[in-house]
Protein backbone atom coordinates (compact mmCIF):
# COMPACT_ATOMS: atom_id res chain seq x y z
CA UNK A 1 0.00 0.00 0.00
CA UNK A 2 1.62 3.04 -0.86
CA UNK A 3 0.00 6.02 -0.24
CA UNK A 4 2.80 8.39 -1.95
CA UNK A 5 1.91 10.59 -5.13
CA UNK A 6 4.31 9.05 -8.08
CA UNK A 7 6.27 11.98 -9.79
CA UNK A 8 3.67 12.08 -12.69
CA UNK A 9 0.56 12.96 -10.11
CA UNK A 10 2.92 15.62 -8.03
CA UNK A 11 3.55 17.37 -11.16
CA UNK A 12 -0.25 17.26 -12.40
CA UNK A 13 -1.29 18.41 -8.81
CA UNK A 14 1.18 21.32 -9.11
CA UNK A 15 0.94 22.22 -12.61
CA UNK A 16 -3.01 22.37 -12.35
CA UNK A 17 -2.52 24.47 -8.73
CA UNK A 18 -0.17 26.82 -10.41
CA UNK A 19 -2.59 27.76 -13.63
CA UNK A 20 -5.67 27.44 -10.80
CA UNK A 21 -3.61 30.30 -8.67
CA UNK A 22 -2.46 32.46 -11.54
CA UNK A 23 -5.24 32.05 -14.43
CA UNK A 24 -8.09 31.88 -11.94
CA UNK A 25 -8.26 33.06 -8.65
CA UNK A 26 -7.13 36.60 -9.96
CA UNK A 27 -10.69 36.48 -11.94
CA UNK A 28 -13.01 35.79 -8.65
CA UNK A 29 -13.17 39.36 -7.15
CA UNK A 30 -14.55 40.48 -10.14
CA UNK A 31 -17.24 37.84 -10.54
CA UNK A 32 -18.18 38.34 -7.15
CA UNK A 33 -18.86 42.39 -7.91
CA UNK A 34 -20.26 41.52 -11.47
CA UNK A 35 -22.22 38.47 -10.87
CA UNK A 36 -20.74 36.91 -14.12
CA UNK A 37 -17.85 35.82 -15.55
CA UNK A 38 -17.19 38.14 -18.58
CA UNK A 39 -17.13 35.83 -21.80
CA UNK A 40 -14.31 37.15 -23.22
CA UNK A 41 -12.41 36.22 -20.12
CA UNK A 42 -14.20 32.69 -20.43
CA UNK A 43 -12.88 32.18 -23.43
CA UNK A 44 -9.40 32.75 -22.74
CA UNK A 45 -9.48 31.07 -20.11
CA UNK A 46 -11.11 27.96 -22.18
CA UNK A 47 -8.24 28.39 -24.76
CA UNK A 48 -5.30 28.46 -22.05
CA UNK A 49 -6.51 25.45 -20.38
CA UNK A 50 -7.43 23.41 -23.46
CA UNK A 51 -4.17 23.84 -25.08
CA UNK A 52 -2.04 22.61 -21.88
CA UNK A 53 -4.68 19.27 -22.13
CA UNK A 54 -6.64 20.17 -19.19
CA UNK A 55 -9.92 20.69 -20.30
CA UNK A 56 -11.69 17.00 -19.82
CA UNK A 57 -9.10 15.06 -18.31
CA UNK A 58 -11.44 12.99 -17.02
CA UNK A 59 -12.89 11.35 -20.06
CA UNK A 60 -10.90 8.82 -21.66
CA UNK A 61 -8.18 9.27 -24.39
CA UNK A 62 -10.05 7.53 -27.17
CA UNK A 63 -12.49 10.35 -26.57
CA UNK A 64 -10.08 13.42 -26.99
CA UNK A 65 -10.28 13.52 -23.18
CA UNK A 66 -6.90 13.72 -20.85
CA UNK A 67 -8.03 10.18 -19.82
CA UNK A 68 -6.98 10.20 -15.99
CA UNK A 69 -7.81 7.26 -13.84
CA UNK A 70 -10.58 7.82 -10.78
CA UNK A 71 -7.84 8.88 -8.41
CA UNK A 72 -5.90 10.75 -10.54
CA UNK A 73 -9.01 12.83 -11.16
CA UNK A 74 -9.66 13.01 -7.66
CA UNK A 75 -6.31 14.92 -7.24
CA UNK A 76 -6.89 17.46 -9.85
CA UNK A 77 -10.58 17.78 -9.25
CA UNK A 78 -9.08 18.68 -5.73
CA UNK A 79 -7.09 21.81 -7.00
CA UNK A 80 -9.85 22.76 -9.20
CA UNK A 81 -11.94 22.91 -6.06
CA UNK A 82 -9.47 26.06 -4.52
CA UNK A 83 -11.55 28.26 -7.59
CA UNK A 84 -15.03 29.38 -7.84
CA UNK A 85 -17.54 27.22 -9.44
CA UNK A 86 -17.60 28.80 -13.21
CA UNK A 87 -14.34 29.42 -13.59
CA UNK A 88 -13.13 25.06 -13.00
CA UNK A 89 -16.51 25.09 -15.57
CA UNK A 90 -15.01 27.20 -18.13
CA UNK A 91 -11.22 26.19 -17.49
CA UNK A 92 -11.90 22.14 -16.80
CA UNK A 93 -14.92 21.54 -18.55
CA UNK A 94 -17.52 19.48 -16.44
CA UNK A 95 -17.81 16.48 -19.03
CA UNK A 96 -20.11 14.10 -17.13
CA UNK A 97 -19.33 10.48 -17.56
CA UNK A 98 -22.72 9.98 -18.42
CA UNK A 99 -22.11 10.62 -21.89
CA UNK A 100 -19.75 8.08 -22.28
CA UNK A 101 -23.26 6.33 -22.70
CA UNK A 102 -23.49 7.43 -25.88
CA UNK A 103 -23.73 5.39 -29.35
CA UNK A 104 -21.64 5.92 -32.07
CA UNK A 105 -23.71 8.76 -33.85
CA UNK A 106 -24.69 10.13 -30.51
CA UNK A 107 -20.62 10.75 -29.41
CA UNK A 108 -20.02 12.59 -32.30
CA UNK A 109 -23.08 14.51 -32.24
CA UNK A 110 -23.22 15.64 -27.72
CA UNK A 111 -19.48 13.76 -26.20
CA UNK A 112 -16.89 14.77 -28.65
CA UNK A 113 -18.03 17.86 -28.48
CA UNK A 114 -18.22 18.78 -25.06
CA UNK A 115 -14.97 16.78 -24.60
CA UNK A 116 -13.66 19.39 -26.88
CA UNK A 117 -15.05 22.02 -25.41
CA UNK A 118 -17.54 23.36 -29.00
CA UNK A 119 -20.29 22.21 -26.95
CA UNK A 120 -21.41 22.41 -23.25
CA UNK A 121 -23.85 19.89 -21.49
CA UNK A 122 -26.16 20.70 -18.21
CA UNK A 123 -27.66 17.91 -15.97
CA UNK A 124 -31.40 17.92 -15.74
CA UNK A 125 -32.20 15.95 -13.30
CA UNK A 126 -34.27 18.34 -10.65
CA UNK A 127 -37.60 18.98 -10.35
CA UNK A 128 -39.47 21.23 -7.87
CA UNK A 129 -40.84 18.32 -5.87
CA UNK A 130 -37.92 15.73 -7.20
CA UNK A 131 -34.88 16.65 -5.11
CA UNK A 132 -33.37 13.83 -3.56
CA UNK A 133 -35.86 11.47 -4.34
CA UNK A 134 -34.87 11.57 -8.40
CA UNK A 135 -37.28 8.73 -9.21
CA UNK A 136 -40.39 10.63 -8.42
CA UNK A 137 -39.65 12.83 -11.03
CA UNK A 138 -43.10 14.01 -13.10
CA UNK A 139 -41.30 15.27 -16.86
CA UNK A 140 -42.92 12.85 -19.02
CA UNK A 141 -42.06 11.70 -22.14
CA UNK A 142 -44.77 10.26 -24.38
CA UNK A 143 -44.29 8.08 -27.29
CA UNK A 144 -45.27 10.28 -30.43
CA UNK A 145 -46.33 6.60 -32.31
CA UNK A 146 -43.82 7.18 -34.46
CA UNK A 147 -40.22 5.64 -32.69
CA UNK A 148 -39.69 9.05 -30.89
CA UNK A 149 -41.27 10.99 -27.85
CA UNK A 150 -42.80 14.33 -26.64
CA UNK A 151 -41.33 16.21 -23.34
CA UNK A 152 -43.68 17.51 -21.27
CA UNK A 153 -42.89 18.96 -17.41
CA UNK A 154 -40.21 21.02 -15.90
CA UNK A 155 -36.88 21.18 -14.33
CA UNK A 156 -35.82 23.64 -12.10
CA UNK A 157 -31.84 24.34 -10.34
CA UNK A 158 -29.47 23.51 -13.45
CA UNK A 159 -26.42 24.32 -12.90
CA UNK A 160 -24.71 26.33 -16.10
CA UNK A 161 -27.90 25.64 -18.15
CA UNK A 162 -28.02 29.50 -19.37
CA UNK A 163 -24.41 28.75 -21.12
CA UNK A 164 -25.22 25.25 -21.95
CA UNK A 165 -25.92 23.89 -25.48
CA UNK A 166 -27.14 20.40 -24.84
CA UNK A 167 -28.69 18.71 -21.81
CA UNK A 168 -29.25 15.35 -20.46
CA UNK A 169 -32.79 15.47 -19.49
CA UNK A 170 -34.28 12.61 -17.23
CA UNK A 171 -38.07 12.03 -18.07
CA UNK A 172 -40.62 9.49 -17.59
CA UNK A 173 -41.35 7.08 -20.58
CA UNK A 174 -43.27 4.41 -18.71
CA UNK A 175 -45.59 5.61 -15.37
CA UNK A 176 -46.04 2.33 -14.21
CA UNK A 177 -42.78 0.96 -14.25
CA UNK A 178 -41.66 3.42 -11.56
CA UNK A 179 -37.83 4.15 -10.97
CA UNK A 180 -37.29 1.50 -13.67
CA UNK A 181 -39.92 3.82 -16.36
CA UNK A 182 -37.80 6.75 -16.30
CA UNK A 183 -35.25 7.21 -19.06
CA UNK A 184 -32.61 9.63 -20.52
CA UNK A 185 -33.03 12.03 -23.11
CA UNK A 186 -30.02 14.43 -25.24
CA UNK A 187 -32.07 17.53 -25.74
CA UNK A 188 -30.35 20.40 -27.51
CA UNK A 189 -30.98 24.12 -27.00
CA UNK A 190 -33.10 25.99 -29.43
CA UNK A 191 -36.00 22.33 -30.44
CA UNK A 192 -39.41 23.79 -30.45
CA UNK A 193 -40.92 24.06 -27.19
CA UNK A 194 -37.98 23.88 -25.17
CA UNK A 195 -37.51 27.07 -23.35
CA UNK A 196 -34.60 28.05 -20.58
CA UNK A 197 -36.16 29.86 -18.04
CA UNK A 198 -35.26 32.49 -15.32
CA UNK A 199 -31.83 32.07 -13.33
CA UNK A 200 -32.46 31.35 -9.66
CA UNK A 201 -30.31 33.45 -7.69
CA UNK A 202 -28.39 31.33 -4.98
CA UNK A 203 -26.62 32.32 -1.93
CA UNK A 204 -23.24 31.64 -3.12
CA UNK A 205 -21.91 30.13 -6.31
CA UNK A 206 -21.58 33.60 -8.15
CA UNK A 207 -21.00 33.26 -11.94
CA UNK A 208 -23.04 30.37 -12.34
CA UNK A 209 -26.53 30.31 -13.42
CA UNK A 210 -29.16 27.74 -12.42
CA UNK A 211 -32.64 27.68 -14.51
CA UNK A 212 -35.65 26.79 -14.94
CA UNK A 213 -36.35 24.35 -17.67
CA UNK A 214 -40.13 23.89 -19.19
CA UNK A 215 -41.05 21.59 -21.88
CA UNK A 216 -44.00 21.26 -24.01
CA UNK A 217 -44.21 18.68 -25.90
CA UNK A 218 -40.62 18.97 -26.88
CA UNK A 219 -40.05 16.46 -29.97
CA UNK A 220 -37.45 13.86 -29.53
CA UNK A 221 -36.46 10.77 -31.45
CA UNK A 222 -34.62 7.39 -31.01
CA UNK A 223 -31.14 9.30 -31.13
CA UNK A 224 -31.88 11.25 -28.30
CA UNK A 225 -32.31 8.89 -26.41
CA UNK A 226 -29.13 7.84 -23.81
CA UNK A 227 -28.29 4.61 -22.66
CA UNK A 228 -31.87 3.16 -23.57
CA UNK A 229 -35.66 3.33 -22.64
CA UNK A 230 -36.33 2.33 -19.13
CA UNK A 231 -32.34 2.62 -18.27
CA UNK A 232 -32.44 6.22 -17.07
CA UNK A 233 -32.71 5.61 -13.28
CA UNK A 234 -29.92 2.91 -13.36
CA UNK A 235 -27.56 5.11 -15.08
CA UNK A 236 -27.72 8.26 -12.95
CA UNK A 237 -26.71 5.52 -10.11
CA UNK A 238 -24.01 3.99 -12.03
CA UNK A 239 -22.36 7.49 -13.41
CA UNK A 240 -23.53 10.31 -11.26
CA UNK A 241 -21.37 8.60 -8.15
CA UNK A 242 -18.06 9.44 -9.80
CA UNK A 243 -19.39 13.22 -11.03
CA UNK A 244 -20.60 13.68 -7.04
CA UNK A 245 -16.94 12.07 -5.87
CA UNK A 246 -15.35 14.45 -8.28
CA UNK A 247 -17.12 17.62 -8.21
CA UNK A 248 -18.34 17.63 -4.88
CA UNK A 249 -16.40 15.99 -2.66
CA UNK A 250 -12.94 15.88 -3.87
CA UNK A 251 -13.59 19.70 -4.90
CA UNK A 252 -14.67 20.43 -0.69
CA UNK A 253 -11.44 19.29 -0.24
CA UNK A 254 -9.66 21.97 -2.33
CA UNK A 255 -11.81 24.91 -0.71
CA UNK A 256 -11.18 23.34 2.89
CA UNK A 257 -7.11 23.11 2.07
CA UNK A 258 -7.90 26.41 0.92
CA UNK A 259 -9.49 28.46 3.61
CA UNK A 260 -6.71 26.50 6.36
CA UNK A 261 -4.01 28.41 3.98
CA UNK A 262 -5.52 31.35 4.71
CA UNK A 263 -6.57 30.35 8.39
CA UNK A 264 -3.01 29.69 9.34
CA UNK A 265 -1.29 32.69 7.95
CA UNK A 266 -3.98 34.54 9.38
CA UNK A 267 -3.39 33.38 12.48
CA UNK A 268 0.85 33.50 12.73
CA UNK A 269 0.16 37.13 11.08
CA UNK A 270 -2.41 38.90 13.09
CA UNK A 271 -1.19 40.02 16.54
CA UNK A 272 -3.41 40.67 19.44
CA UNK A 273 -2.36 41.15 23.09
CA UNK A 274 1.04 41.58 21.78
CA UNK A 275 1.34 38.22 20.37
CA UNK A 276 -0.06 36.20 16.92
CA UNK A 277 -3.06 34.82 17.95
CA UNK A 278 -1.85 31.57 16.65
CA UNK A 279 -0.27 31.24 20.12
CA UNK A 280 -3.56 30.94 21.87
CA UNK A 281 -4.92 27.36 22.11
CA UNK A 282 -8.36 28.24 21.22
CA UNK A 283 -7.02 29.23 17.52
CA UNK A 284 -4.58 26.11 17.57
CA UNK A 285 -7.81 23.71 18.07
CA UNK A 286 -9.35 25.40 15.18
CA UNK A 287 -6.33 24.77 12.93
CA UNK A 288 -5.76 21.25 14.25
CA UNK A 289 -9.01 20.27 13.95
CA UNK A 290 -9.20 21.60 10.43
CA UNK A 291 -5.62 19.83 9.38
CA UNK A 292 -7.17 15.96 10.50
CA UNK A 293 -10.66 16.76 9.34
CA UNK A 294 -9.04 17.56 5.87
CA UNK A 295 -6.33 14.76 6.00
CA UNK A 296 -9.58 12.26 6.67
CA UNK A 297 -11.19 14.03 3.91
CA UNK A 298 -8.98 13.66 0.94
CA UNK A 299 -8.34 9.59 2.37
CA UNK A 300 -12.12 8.90 2.21
CA UNK A 301 -12.19 10.14 -1.58
CA UNK A 302 -8.96 8.55 -2.74
CA UNK A 303 -10.51 5.62 -1.70
CA UNK A 304 -13.71 5.41 -2.95
CA UNK A 305 -11.78 6.82 -6.04
CA UNK A 306 -9.25 3.62 -6.12
CA UNK A 307 -12.56 1.31 -5.87
CA UNK A 308 -13.71 3.13 -9.10
CA UNK A 309 -10.29 2.47 -10.71
CA UNK A 310 -10.84 -1.25 -9.14
CA UNK A 311 -14.33 -1.60 -10.62
CA UNK A 312 -15.59 -2.30 -7.04
CA UNK A 313 -19.09 -0.50 -6.42
CA UNK A 314 -17.97 2.96 -4.54
CA UNK A 315 -21.81 3.96 -4.13
CA UNK A 316 -21.17 3.36 -0.42
CA UNK A 317 -18.02 4.72 0.42
CA UNK A 318 -19.47 7.77 -1.84
CA UNK A 319 -21.66 8.50 0.03
CA UNK A 320 -19.39 8.54 3.02
CA UNK A 321 -17.20 11.07 1.33
CA UNK A 322 -20.30 13.00 0.13
CA UNK A 323 -21.36 13.75 3.54
CA UNK A 324 -18.14 14.07 6.02
CA UNK A 325 -16.41 15.94 3.23
CA UNK A 326 -19.60 18.26 2.70
CA UNK A 327 -19.27 18.80 6.50
CA UNK A 328 -15.77 19.22 7.05
CA UNK A 329 -15.97 22.07 4.62
CA UNK A 330 -18.48 24.07 6.01
CA UNK A 331 -16.80 23.34 9.88
CA UNK A 332 -13.28 24.55 7.89
CA UNK A 333 -15.26 27.52 6.31
CA UNK A 334 -16.79 28.34 9.87
CA UNK A 335 -13.45 28.16 11.89
CA UNK A 336 -11.72 30.35 8.64
CA UNK A 337 -14.56 33.13 9.67
CA UNK A 338 -14.13 33.02 13.24
CA UNK A 339 -10.36 33.38 12.63
CA UNK A 340 -10.46 36.01 10.88
CA UNK A 341 -12.98 37.50 12.98
CA UNK A 342 -15.00 40.76 11.47
CA UNK A 343 -12.58 40.60 8.71
CA UNK A 344 -13.52 36.97 7.84
CA UNK A 345 -17.38 38.60 7.61
CA UNK A 346 -16.18 41.38 5.62
CA UNK A 347 -16.91 40.69 1.95
CA UNK A 348 -13.38 42.44 1.04
CA UNK A 349 -11.89 38.89 1.55
CA UNK A 350 -12.42 35.33 -0.19
CA UNK A 351 -13.43 33.96 2.90
CA UNK A 352 -16.91 35.35 3.67
CA UNK A 353 -17.86 34.14 -0.53
CA UNK A 354 -16.41 30.64 0.25
CA UNK A 355 -18.69 30.52 3.91
CA UNK A 356 -21.51 30.90 1.64
CA UNK A 357 -20.46 28.79 -1.05
CA UNK A 358 -19.07 26.17 1.14
CA UNK A 359 -22.80 26.03 2.45
CA UNK A 360 -24.78 24.39 -0.63
CA UNK A 361 -22.29 21.10 -0.39
CA UNK A 362 -24.00 19.86 2.36
CA UNK A 363 -27.36 20.01 0.28
CA UNK A 364 -26.25 19.34 -4.06
CA UNK A 365 -25.58 15.77 -5.37
CA UNK A 366 -28.09 14.25 -2.23
CA UNK A 367 -28.11 15.81 1.09
CA UNK A 368 -26.17 14.98 4.06
CA UNK A 369 -29.34 13.18 5.54
CA UNK A 370 -30.14 11.08 2.33
CA UNK A 371 -26.08 9.96 2.20
CA UNK A 372 -26.47 9.11 6.09
CA UNK A 373 -28.99 6.75 5.39
CA UNK A 374 -27.03 5.13 2.65
CA UNK A 375 -24.44 4.40 4.79
CA UNK A 376 -26.48 3.41 8.12
CA UNK A 377 -28.66 0.81 5.89
CA UNK A 378 -25.51 -0.36 4.09
CA UNK A 379 -23.76 -0.80 7.42
CA UNK A 380 -27.17 -2.52 8.68
CA UNK A 381 -26.83 -4.41 6.02
CA UNK A 382 -23.41 -5.29 5.41
CA UNK A 383 -21.56 -4.86 8.50
CA UNK A 384 -18.09 -4.80 9.08
CA UNK A 385 -17.11 -5.18 5.20
CA UNK A 386 -18.21 -1.38 5.02
CA UNK A 387 -16.28 -0.51 7.80
CA UNK A 388 -13.74 -2.85 9.36
CA UNK A 389 -10.31 -4.88 7.30
CA UNK A 390 -11.97 -8.30 7.33
CA UNK B 1 22.89 22.08 -31.87
CA UNK B 2 22.37 19.85 -28.57
CA UNK B 3 21.18 22.21 -26.21
CA UNK B 4 22.09 21.44 -22.16
CA UNK B 5 20.09 22.85 -19.59
CA UNK B 6 21.49 22.70 -15.70
CA UNK B 7 18.75 22.46 -13.25
CA UNK B 8 18.44 22.65 -9.72
CA UNK B 9 15.90 21.51 -6.97
CA UNK B 10 15.55 23.57 -4.55
CA UNK B 11 12.92 24.98 -1.48
CA UNK B 12 9.78 26.04 -3.45
CA UNK B 13 9.79 30.11 -4.15
CA UNK B 14 6.16 29.92 -2.01
CA UNK B 15 7.26 28.67 1.27
CA UNK B 16 8.83 30.67 4.23
CA UNK B 17 11.82 29.04 5.13
CA UNK B 18 13.53 28.48 8.42
CA UNK B 19 17.11 28.05 9.92
CA UNK B 20 17.18 24.25 11.45
CA UNK B 21 17.47 24.65 15.12
CA UNK B 22 21.28 23.89 15.58
CA UNK B 23 21.64 26.74 12.84
CA UNK B 24 23.70 24.33 10.46
CA UNK B 25 21.52 25.42 7.48
CA UNK B 26 18.54 25.77 6.03
CA UNK B 27 15.44 23.01 7.15
CA UNK B 28 14.73 20.93 4.14
CA UNK B 29 12.84 18.29 6.14
CA UNK B 30 9.18 18.05 4.98
CA UNK B 31 9.51 20.98 2.82
CA UNK B 32 7.84 21.19 -0.85
CA UNK B 33 10.80 21.30 -3.16
CA UNK B 34 10.50 22.32 -6.86
CA UNK B 35 13.00 23.37 -9.73
CA UNK B 36 14.87 26.77 -8.99
CA UNK B 37 12.98 29.50 -11.32
CA UNK B 38 15.38 30.67 -13.30
CA UNK B 39 15.88 27.16 -14.47
CA UNK B 40 12.72 26.97 -15.45
CA UNK B 41 13.14 29.85 -17.36
CA UNK B 42 16.29 28.02 -19.15
CA UNK B 43 14.30 25.31 -19.95
CA UNK B 44 12.02 27.02 -21.56
CA UNK B 45 14.22 29.02 -23.91
CA UNK B 46 15.49 25.73 -24.80
CA UNK B 47 12.42 24.34 -25.55
CA UNK B 48 11.52 27.40 -27.60
CA UNK B 49 14.85 26.81 -29.19
CA UNK B 50 13.73 22.99 -30.25
CA UNK B 51 10.33 24.49 -31.34
CA UNK B 52 12.08 27.04 -33.59
CA UNK B 53 14.42 24.28 -35.46
CA UNK B 54 17.12 26.03 -34.25
CA UNK B 55 18.20 23.40 -31.39
CA UNK B 56 17.93 19.46 -32.53
CA UNK B 57 18.18 17.94 -28.89
CA UNK B 58 17.37 19.83 -25.30
CA UNK B 59 19.23 17.60 -22.61
CA UNK B 60 18.35 18.56 -18.63
CA UNK B 61 21.13 18.03 -16.35
CA UNK B 62 21.10 17.98 -12.56
CA UNK B 63 23.63 16.99 -10.02
CA UNK B 64 22.62 15.64 -6.53
CA UNK B 65 20.54 13.31 -4.69
CA UNK B 66 17.93 10.99 -6.71
CA UNK B 67 15.48 13.21 -4.97
CA UNK B 68 16.77 15.06 -8.10
CA UNK B 69 15.05 12.80 -10.51
CA UNK B 70 11.54 14.52 -10.19
CA UNK B 71 13.47 17.78 -10.91
CA UNK B 72 14.25 16.30 -13.86
CA UNK B 73 10.86 14.66 -14.66
CA UNK B 74 9.62 18.76 -14.60
CA UNK B 75 12.30 19.18 -17.14
CA UNK B 76 10.75 16.35 -19.44
CA UNK B 77 7.39 17.26 -19.10
CA UNK B 78 8.18 21.11 -20.37
CA UNK B 79 9.73 19.27 -23.50
CA UNK B 80 12.94 18.65 -22.69
CA UNK B 81 14.28 15.46 -24.75
CA UNK B 82 16.34 13.53 -22.46
CA UNK B 83 17.73 13.96 -18.14
CA UNK B 84 20.37 13.17 -16.85
CA UNK B 85 21.17 12.72 -13.23
CA UNK B 86 24.35 12.71 -11.61
CA UNK B 87 23.99 11.17 -8.61
CA UNK B 88 25.59 12.15 -4.92
CA UNK B 89 24.63 12.48 -1.73
CA UNK B 90 27.73 14.80 -0.89
CA UNK B 91 26.45 18.94 -0.98
CA UNK B 92 27.66 19.89 -3.63
CA UNK B 93 28.77 23.88 -4.18
CA UNK B 94 28.69 25.95 -7.39
CA UNK B 95 32.12 25.25 -8.13
CA UNK B 96 31.82 21.27 -8.04
CA UNK B 97 28.47 21.85 -10.25
CA UNK B 98 30.26 23.67 -13.00
CA UNK B 99 33.29 20.83 -12.76
CA UNK B 100 30.06 18.18 -12.99
CA UNK B 101 28.18 19.62 -15.77
CA UNK B 102 31.46 20.48 -17.82
CA UNK B 103 31.99 16.96 -18.15
CA UNK B 104 28.44 16.36 -18.85
CA UNK B 105 28.60 19.16 -21.52
CA UNK B 106 31.81 17.74 -23.18
CA UNK B 107 30.41 14.17 -23.26
CA UNK B 108 27.03 15.40 -24.67
CA UNK B 109 28.71 17.42 -27.04
CA UNK B 110 26.56 19.93 -26.32
CA UNK B 111 27.26 23.59 -28.05
CA UNK B 112 24.59 25.64 -26.09
CA UNK B 113 24.43 25.52 -22.20
CA UNK B 114 21.57 27.51 -20.52
CA UNK B 115 21.66 28.21 -17.12
CA UNK B 116 19.57 29.82 -14.73
CA UNK B 117 21.78 32.86 -13.28
CA UNK B 118 21.16 31.66 -9.58
CA UNK B 119 19.54 29.24 -7.42
CA UNK B 120 16.99 30.92 -5.41
CA UNK B 121 18.38 29.18 -2.60
CA UNK B 122 22.01 30.27 -1.66
CA UNK B 123 21.74 32.83 -4.34
CA UNK B 124 24.89 32.21 -5.77
CA UNK B 125 24.80 33.57 -9.33
CA UNK B 126 28.17 32.14 -9.78
CA UNK B 127 27.74 28.30 -11.79
CA UNK B 128 27.51 29.57 -15.17
CA UNK B 129 30.02 31.78 -15.01
CA UNK B 130 32.27 29.04 -13.07
CA UNK B 131 30.99 26.57 -16.41
CA UNK B 132 32.06 28.98 -18.94
CA UNK B 133 35.58 29.70 -17.57
CA UNK B 134 36.50 25.47 -17.02
CA UNK B 135 35.23 24.70 -20.71
CA UNK B 136 37.04 27.68 -21.85
CA UNK B 137 33.58 29.04 -23.33
CA UNK B 138 32.07 32.72 -24.02
CA UNK B 139 29.72 33.40 -21.60
CA UNK B 140 26.40 35.67 -21.53
CA UNK B 141 25.31 36.17 -18.32
CA UNK B 142 21.70 37.84 -17.41
CA UNK B 143 20.01 36.91 -21.02
CA UNK B 144 16.74 38.91 -21.32
CA UNK B 145 16.78 37.67 -25.33
CA UNK B 146 18.58 34.79 -26.60
CA UNK B 147 18.85 34.25 -30.38
CA UNK B 148 20.61 31.48 -32.26
CA UNK B 149 22.20 32.17 -35.96
CA UNK B 150 24.95 31.80 -38.34
CA UNK B 151 27.52 29.52 -35.49
CA UNK B 152 26.88 31.97 -33.36
CA UNK B 153 24.39 32.99 -30.11
CA UNK B 154 23.52 36.65 -30.13
CA UNK B 155 22.44 37.78 -26.23
CA UNK B 156 20.63 40.64 -24.61
CA UNK B 157 21.78 41.50 -21.00
CA UNK B 158 20.03 43.11 -18.14
CA UNK B 159 22.94 44.94 -16.98
CA UNK B 160 22.73 48.04 -14.74
CA UNK B 161 22.39 50.72 -17.24
CA UNK B 162 20.03 48.87 -19.11
CA UNK B 163 20.91 46.27 -21.83
CA UNK B 164 23.71 44.65 -23.45
CA UNK B 165 24.12 43.07 -26.35
CA UNK B 166 26.80 40.27 -27.09
CA UNK B 167 27.39 38.44 -29.62
CA UNK B 168 29.05 34.91 -28.86
CA UNK B 169 30.81 31.93 -31.12
CA UNK B 170 29.27 28.83 -30.50
CA UNK B 171 30.16 26.36 -28.05
CA UNK B 172 28.85 28.89 -24.93
CA UNK B 173 26.77 28.98 -21.83
CA UNK B 174 24.59 31.82 -21.12
CA UNK B 175 22.38 32.62 -18.08
CA UNK B 176 18.68 33.55 -18.02
CA UNK B 177 17.31 36.60 -16.02
CA UNK B 178 13.71 37.25 -15.29
CA UNK B 179 12.84 38.77 -17.83
CA UNK B 180 13.60 36.27 -20.77
CA UNK B 181 10.81 34.24 -21.11
CA UNK B 182 7.88 32.98 -19.34
CA UNK B 183 7.39 29.67 -18.89
CA UNK B 184 4.65 26.97 -20.10
CA UNK B 185 2.55 24.83 -17.85
CA UNK B 186 3.74 21.26 -18.63
CA UNK B 187 0.81 20.32 -20.43
CA UNK B 188 -1.12 17.09 -19.68
CA UNK B 189 -0.04 14.49 -22.35
CA UNK B 190 3.92 16.00 -21.82
CA UNK B 191 3.27 15.01 -17.99
CA UNK B 192 2.28 11.53 -18.82
CA UNK B 193 4.70 11.22 -21.37
CA UNK B 194 7.41 12.65 -19.04
CA UNK B 195 8.01 8.94 -17.13
CA UNK B 196 8.37 7.24 -20.62
CA UNK B 197 11.07 9.91 -21.85
CA UNK B 198 15.06 8.53 -20.95
CA UNK B 199 16.69 9.80 -17.49
CA UNK B 200 19.92 8.34 -17.15
CA UNK B 201 22.08 8.19 -14.02
CA UNK B 202 25.55 8.90 -13.60
CA UNK B 203 27.64 8.54 -10.24
CA UNK B 204 29.60 11.43 -9.49
CA UNK B 205 31.86 9.87 -7.60
CA UNK B 206 32.78 7.74 -11.57
CA UNK B 207 33.43 11.17 -13.00
CA UNK B 208 37.32 11.77 -11.29
CA UNK B 209 36.63 15.56 -9.93
CA UNK B 210 37.13 17.06 -6.65
CA UNK B 211 33.73 18.12 -5.97
CA UNK B 212 34.40 18.66 -2.02
CA UNK B 213 33.28 21.33 -0.69
CA UNK B 214 34.83 25.00 -0.71
CA UNK B 215 33.09 27.16 1.45
CA UNK B 216 31.96 26.37 5.09
CA UNK B 217 29.12 27.29 6.54
CA UNK B 218 29.31 28.34 9.98
CA UNK B 219 26.18 29.29 11.42
CA UNK B 220 22.38 30.17 9.58
CA UNK B 221 19.87 32.38 11.39
CA UNK B 222 16.65 34.43 10.41
CA UNK B 223 17.74 38.17 10.79
CA UNK B 224 16.50 39.74 14.20
CA UNK B 225 13.11 41.31 13.61
CA UNK B 226 13.39 44.67 12.75
CA UNK B 227 12.12 47.29 15.59
CA UNK B 228 9.50 50.00 15.20
CA UNK B 229 10.97 53.98 14.17
CA UNK B 230 11.04 56.58 16.57
CA UNK B 231 10.30 60.15 15.90
CA UNK B 232 12.93 62.72 16.88
CA UNK B 233 12.17 66.33 18.21
CA UNK B 234 15.00 67.97 16.92
CA UNK B 235 18.21 67.68 15.09
CA UNK B 236 20.50 68.05 17.84
CA UNK B 237 18.72 65.32 19.31
CA UNK B 238 18.46 63.05 16.40
CA UNK B 239 22.50 63.33 16.12
CA UNK B 240 22.61 62.70 19.91
CA UNK B 241 20.58 59.31 19.16
CA UNK B 242 23.21 58.31 16.08
CA UNK B 243 25.91 58.64 18.55
CA UNK B 244 24.99 57.09 21.66
CA UNK B 245 22.33 54.84 20.81
CA UNK B 246 22.90 53.80 17.23
CA UNK B 247 27.05 54.78 17.91
CA UNK B 248 27.44 55.10 14.36
CA UNK B 249 28.64 58.95 14.44
Known amino acids: MDFNLSSEQKMLVETVRRFVENEMLPLEDEIEETGRLAPEKARALFEK ?298 ADLPIERMYRDARIYRIFDGTSEIHRTVVARSAMKHGEALYGTI | MKVLVPVKRVADYNIKVRPKSDGSGVELANVKMSMNPFDEIAVEEAVRLKEAGVATEVVAVSCGSAACQETLRTALAMGADRAILVETDVELQSLAVAKLVKVVAEKEGAQLVICGKQAIDDDAN ?76 LKAAEFGVDVSPRVQTLSVYTPPERKGGIKVGSVAELVQKLKDEARVL
Open chain 1, 49 to 346: SSANGMYAMNIPEEFGGGGLSAVDTMLVEEQFGHAKDILIRRAFGNVYEVLLKCDAAQRERWLVPAVRGERTCSIAITEPNAGSDAASIKTRAVADGKGGWKITGGKHFISDGEFSDFFVVSAVTDPNAGAKGISLFLVDKGTPGFIIGRDQKMMGLTGTSHVELAFDEVPVGPENLLGGEGQGFKLILETLGRVRLAQVCARAVGKSVRLLNLMISYAQERKQFGKPIGDFQLIQQMIADSVVEINASRLLVLDAANDIDNGVDARDKISMAKFYVAEVLGRVADRAVQVYGGMGYC
Open chain 2, 126 to 201: QTAQMLAALLDWGQATYASKVVVADGNVEVTREVDGGLETVRLALPAVVSADLRLNEPRYATLPNIMKAKKKPLDT
